[in-house]
């Protein structure tokens, strides 16, 4: 028979939760796919990364168009954010304040664009107040103060996910998916795709996913960089559109 409580659940007994034997892979599964689900208030949706110009401009106009874009951009910003995610994960678990502080400000210098800096800001920021107000962890207070200004997206997973102690390879492939998966929503709606047509192309994605989570996990800030120029150049670009759905 199933029982039922009307008790809340404290969030300090939830953190708790996650240190006993045997409940920490399903807590950080269960964590993982809350945080990182299309549901999640970040508002993700509002943004297209620059797919809005390119779809625009004629660069993307199908499924294999979108494809190769979002080949390039995993291979190129997806695997920065990856690497800041990484970065700042580590250096969160390790209590390492300087080396946050220095991963968080070069993150947040790091975009190419005026709009791309408020599109990872502003869901850095969304993904920290609701963490804290659903899910709040002893040590995530210090790890925000220790940043030391504006916390881009991926340097927020990190230490929210390093506080709750969720490890840091599926965090990485769970904010990789993530990312791509809102790629794939914006193209959706601006190409258009079918919903089958979408989950085919985020299928395909995978290994592209999954290597950039390899390269991203084993580099260091002297790693950082890319040459998706055009990606740079459309984001930059969509500031200036005169018909828009996105955000950025």
Known sequence: MLMTTNRPV???????DIESVGTVEAAALYRLMTWLSPAFPV????????????????????APMLRDWLSSMLDGPGFCDGVFLAQA??????SDDPML?????????????RERHLETVAQGRAFI???????NCDGVDDLIAACGGPIVYPVAVGIVSAAHAVPLVPTMHAFLHALTSNWISAGA???????????RLLAALEPAVAAAARRAMAATVDDLGSATFRADLASMRHETQYTRLFRS
């Open 129 to 135: 107040d609701t963490a804290r107000a659903a899910w």
């Open 89 to 94: 994960h580590r250096a969160a678990t390790a």
């Open 189 to 199: 709606r601006l190409i258009p795709l079918g919903q089958t047509d979408s989950q």
């Open 43 to 62: 508002g993700a949706f509002s943004y297209s990364s620059g797919i809005e110009w390119a779809v625009e401009a004629g660069d993307i106009g199908d």
């Open 10 to 16: 404290e969030p300090a007994a939830a953190c708790a």
């Open 101 to 113: 502080r220095k991963v968080a400000e070069l993150a947040a210098a790091f975009t190419p664009s």
